[in-house]
């Protein structure tokens, strides 16, 4: 049950929840930044007011074909109604969701155990097939993960302040950290709990999944070497290879967007890294790095289905066609950006996708048009068998 069920739903919230999710269902709007403009544009939400609104759109987008289900109708009003009956709130006399009577979406409630997966499991039946053809048994479990809330996963900066050192931290601070198995430099907080922003600045962790704090120890990167980051975004990962580097070598991040690369200097600069430099890939960034690099990581444009606990709302903007056309872009990377490398490089190839044709199935294909990469190692990050995130990562030699 939730927290808020004791809570009598206040009008203003609830058309903030009805709002925030008009934007993300009717405008294909994404839901993270959806939320942070209605905070931004009601300041004087509480905490608690904030939570709630959080809570409930997060729920439904999460859910939304299940509850549709349950409210008999996918109207966001019914959502909402259905959703707070399942938060075990009273739904108000004033919200008019046009719905059935409570009692039917209870026993609806109970039926939705028997309905089909794609139903229960609140996702397009395209998406259901895709699963199904590509991972056949396992895909029942991974769904079903990939539906749980995932909790905050923090990287201790190495560079900063050592594992006790940000254990202690975090706790004169109030935040309770635990170690997680089998990932050495990550934090977990404990369920629903978050990290203050204040703290989340000051450089010495960063908010990062277990599952992708996997991918930059594949790479074997060492202090001294020359690193290219091919698709650093804003540089989740570039921050990770600059502290297993020990600050010592150079990277050279790169992304087709100049704005995540801004924003990776400023993160590159609170962790304390000065080994960084971004470059915005132009026509003749391959040329001019042609041969330059020890190590090249392509963490490349994917579904991103792995984060769907993170990021429900994108298997509702998703479609087979885009993810299609990920794997175009996919290829096209993994036949060009190899040549960054050394005689005697390595590089990985990882995505946040749990769909093998986006993962393994992209090296084979790459093994039929160019025999020169051998596979050195490859890890697959199950959410069902981890909770983390899902992760794919392999790494070759030339
Ligand atoms: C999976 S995200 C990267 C996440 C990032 N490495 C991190 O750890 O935070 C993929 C990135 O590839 C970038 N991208 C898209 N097309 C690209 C291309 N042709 N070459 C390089 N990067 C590209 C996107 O802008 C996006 O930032």
């Keep these: 049950m939730s927290k808020f069920a004791a809570v009598r739903i206040h ?17 294909g709007c994404v839901l993270d930044r959806v939320i942070d403009q209605t905070f931004r544009a009601n300041p004087k939400w509480g905490k608690r007011d904030r939570g709630f609104v959080a ?10 074909r299940a509850l549709a289900f349950v409210a008999g109708g996918d109207s966001v009003e019914a959502l909402c109604a259905a959703q707070w009956n399942r938060q075990g709130m009273n739904i108000p006399d004033w919200w008019e969701w046009k719905g059935g009577k409570l009692t039917e979406m209870n026993d609806r409630e109970e039926a939705l155990g028997s309905e089909p997966r794609a139903i229960r499991e609140s996702i397009p039946d395209w998406l259901d097939a895709r699963g199904a053809s590509e991972l056949g048994e396992i895909w029942d479990a991974e769904i079903s993960a990939l539906n749980h809330r995932a909790p905050v996963f923090l990287r201790v900066n190495r560079l900063r302040i050592s594992m006790d050192g940000a254990i202690r931290w975090l706790a004169e601070n109030g935040v309770i950290a635990d170690r997680v198995k089998d990932a050495p430099d990550a934090l977990v907080l404990p369920e629903g709990k978050g ?4 703290l989340a600045g000051e450089g010495f962790v960063e908010i990062q999944d277990a599952g992708s704090q996997v991918i930059a120890p594949l790479l074997e990167v060492e202090p001294g070497m020359r690193v290219i980051d091919a698709c650093a975004g804003a540089g989740g990962k570039t921050l990770h290879l600059a502290a297993l580097m020990q600050g010592r070598g150079e990277i050279v991040a790169m992304d087709v967007s100049t704005a995540k690369l801004s924003e990776l200097r400023r993160r590159a600069a609170r962790a304390g890294t000065r080994i960084i430099r971004t470059e915005t890939w132009r026509e003749d960034t391959l040329k001019r790095y042609a041969g330059w690099a020890d190590r090249v990581l392509i963490d490349a444009p994917c579904s991103g289905l792995g984060t769907l606990r993170r990021q429900p709302d994108l298997k509702w903007r998703l ?21 960054l490398l050394k005689p005697g490089g390595k590089f990985v190839y990882a995505t946040c996708s749990v769909l093998p044709s986006e993962n393994a199935g992209q090296l084979d294909l790459l093994a039929e048009r160019d025999g ?7 890890v697959t990050v199950s959410p069902s068998q981890s909770g983390w995130d899902g992760f794919f990562a392999a790494r070759l030699s030339v």
């Excluded at 919230?13 to 009805?18: F, H, I, T, V």
């Excluded at 020169?372 to 490859?378: A, H, I, L, P």
């Design 372 to 378: 020169r990469f051998k596979m050195e190692e490859s």
């Design 55 to 64: 809570e409930t759109v997060f729920e439904i987008v999460r859910w939304r």
């Design 195 to 198: 990290i203050p922003k204040a």
């Design 319 to 339: 479609s087979e066609a885009a993810v299609e056309k990920t794997r175009r872009l996919q290829r096209r990377l993994l036949d060009h950006y190899p040549a």
């Design 11 to 27: 009008r203003m919230l609830a058309e903030g929840c009805a709002g925030v999710l008009r934007e993300v269902f009717d405008r």
